[in-house]
């Protein structure tokens, strides 16, 4: 299967997972409106085939790039033409191009919006990450490479740009929107499908991203009272601990699973393999591609049982684990 890449990039990026997610949404087979909620990069609207949508996301960056090229103030060609010129002066710049990246930064954190600065600084960025600092300033250090636009990379970015602007549908059949989740999911009705990816709780947080239990418990809320069909990513498990929001909210809807390895990360937690879960509230009986092995609810006190089960086996205790010893895999 061929997956559209956006031209935006983040960590929590969900490219690998389109098969499996689309999987889902063939079975849920609504014949209404996408409508996503936590946006990002796009890569999962940009995948679902639909020609209606409402899209959102805290982030105005996001929002303004894909309304921009929606309304066409933002095109290919524009965007080579400019990739080249600030790639020319990235290359020349002092400090093997520290100093033009600097220069970008600090207009862009000035609040000259500018949307071809906002993805300047995604590409020039380190490893393709996206953190917003306490002010909403973008930061993220530079990825030390001053020729980072050579030519074939400025045409990767500027086909990705046309590559989305097919897909995005005029107004009024996608709509963009920089709101909060909850005032975009009770737009929803029955023949639509609504795919949530929030921040995930405990894990990467900045300024778009901050995301607490009672944000969890209201997604959850709302998503009960839907009338829409709805799927959610969110984390399972991993090699250290359980994603407590699983038991305390989503056990009570249909959850598959599978094991997912995030390259990018800042934290060691977040290099690690982790299972990734989708949360939906329809019958899942006929998904079995790529399933991880969980199509029923699974209750994480049969997860910990396991768990201890394999620990006794391997003779570890409570004891050693205090004493520094590695916790072993646990499913
Ligand atoms: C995990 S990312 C989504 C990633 C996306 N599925 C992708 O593949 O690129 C979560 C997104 O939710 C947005 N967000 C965080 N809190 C939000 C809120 N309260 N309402 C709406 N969007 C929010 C963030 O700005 C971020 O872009």
Not at 135 to 157: E, L, M, S, V
Not at 185 to 198: F, G, H, K, T, V
Not at 288 to 305: D, F, M, P, R, V
Not at 306 to 313: I, L, T
């Amino acid at each position: 299967m061929k997956v559209i890449v956006p031209p935006i990039k983040s960590q929590g990026i969900k490219t690998k997972l389109i098969p499996w997610i689309k999987d889902l949404v063939s079975i849920a087979d609504q014949k209404g409106k996408w409508i996503e909620p936590f946006l990002g990069t796009g890569v999962v609207a940009f995948n679902s085939g639909y020609k209606k949508a409402i899209l959102n996301d805290t982030n105005p960056h996001i929002i303004g790039f894909y309304k921009g090229i929606q309304d066409k103030t933002i095109s290919a060609p524009l965007m080579k033409k400019y990739l080249e010129e600030e790639g020319k002066l990235l290359s020349e710049a002092e400090n093997n191009g520290y100093e033009h990246y600097l220069k970008v930064r600090s207009r862009f954190n000035g609040g000259e919006f500018s949307p071809y600065d906002f993805i300047f600084l995604s590409r020039a960025g380190f490893n393709g990450m996206m953190r917003f600092g306490s002010k909403g300033n973008w930061n993220i250090p530079f990825c030390k490479k001053p020729d980072r636009f050579a030519q074939a990379y400025i045409t990767k970015i500027t086909n990705q740009v046309a590559t989305v602007s097919q897909i995005i549908q005029p107004k009024p059949n996608w709509t963009f929107h920089n709101k909060s989740f909850a005032d975009i999911i009770p737009l929803a009705s029955e023949n639509d499908i609504i795919y949530c990816d929030p921040p995930y709780y405990g894990r990467h947080v900045d300024y778009y991203n901050g995301w607490t239990e009672q944000d969890e418990e209201l997604l959850f809320n709302l998503l009960s009272e839907t009338k829409a069909k709805f799927i959610l990513s969110t984390w399972h498990h991993n090699d250290w601990r359980e994603n407590e929001m699983i038991n305390k909210f989503w056990n009570k809807f249909n959850i598959v699973t599978k094991d997912h390895f995030y390259h990018n990360g800042g934290n060691i937690e977040n290099r690690r393999t982790v299972v990734e879960a989708l949360v939906c509230n329809f019958d899942t009986d006929d998904f079995t591609t790529h399933n991880h092995g969980l199509t029923e609810k699974i209750k994480l006190e049969q997860l910990a049982l396991r768990f201890e089960e394999r620990q006794e086996a391997l003779g570890i205790t409570a004891a050693t684990q205090k004493a520094g010893k590695r916790v072993p895999k646990t499913v």
